[in-house]
T-cell receptor, first 114, second 117 residues
Framework: AQTVTQSQPEMSVQEAETVTLSCTYD???????LFWYKQPPSRQMILVIR??????QNATENRFSVNFQKAAKSFSLKISDSQLGDAAMYFC???????????FGTGTRLQVTL | GAVVSQHPSWVICKSGTSVKIECRSL??????MFWYRQFPKQSLMLMAT?????????EQGVEKDKFLINHASLTLSTLTVTSAHPEDSSFYIC?????????????FGPGTRLTVL
């Protein structure tokens, strides 16, 4: 069974600084997708960034980028120039067509301070 | 585009009653919808996968007779919590998969907070 591990229950970053959230996963599949979702206090799940496993290039979306290390099964999220609106729960998630469902990590609560 | 709505956004009911939660894909057709449960400060736990026109597939440990799922159209899935008890109080989230977007990206509804008294 696939598992997703987020080892940082909470993280804190100062406004305008950079923070990295960690995620590791376990799978025997070779073709899969990895995601980072943001869940603000409203609890609406928002897709932050997506990475296809077959792509070697790390995905980037404005201030958000990932460090995808396929051999190490690691998928970290870097948030640059952190803003107060970035404060939220962040969930790492894994998807494969074999299971056809998302598997979520336990989440990391990010605080952004002035 | 790719908007998913849920109704109601919150509901309070008495123990022993049944509650229905609706999940709608507003601007796309969703052959597959997913129902999740989220306890406070925890992750999302998949309860079941709902396929249009067929029976839902429940995750291990989820009582299918307790959580009835119907997916009668390409834009609507419903979750009915039957004979609700206080331990069913939780945040329920649905998502819908848009097959027109490559592998079928999932889009999430805003969730429904259920409180059983």
């Amino acid at each position: 069974a696939q598992t997703v591990t987020q080892s940082q229950p909470e993280m804190s970053v100062q406004e305008a600084e950079t923070v990295t959230l960690s995620c590791t996963y376990d799978t025997s599949e070779s073709d899969y997708y990895l995601f980072w979702y943001k869940q603000p206090p409203s609890r609406q799940m928002i897709l932050v960034i997506r990475q296809e496993a077959y792509k070697q290039q790390n995905a980037t979306e404005n201030r958000f980028s990932v460090n995808f290390q396929k051999a190490a099964k690691s998928f970290s999220l870097k948030i640059s120039d952190s803003q107060l609106g970035d404060a939220a729960m962040y969930f790492c998630a894994y998807y494969t067509g074999t299971a056809s469902k998302l598997t979520f990590g336990t989440g990391t609560r990010l605080q952004v301070t002035l | 585009g790719a908007v998913v709505s849920q109704h109601p956004s919150w509901v309070i009911c008495k123990s022993g009653t049944s509650v229905k939660i609706e999940c709608r894909s507003l601007d796309f057709q969703a052959t597959t919808m997913f129902w999740y449960r989220q306890f406070p400060k925890q992750s999302l736990m998949l309860m079941a996968t709902s396929n249009e026109g067929s029976k839902a597939t429940y995750e291990q440990g989820v009582e299918k007779d307790k959580f009835l799922i119907n997916h009668a159209s390409l834009t609507l899935s419903t979750l009915t919590v039957t004979s609700a008890h206080p331990e069913d109080s939780s945040f329920y989230i649905c998502s819908a998969r848009d097959l027109d977007r490559g592998f079928g990206e999932q889009f999430f509804g805003p969730g429904t907070r259920l409180t059983v008294l």
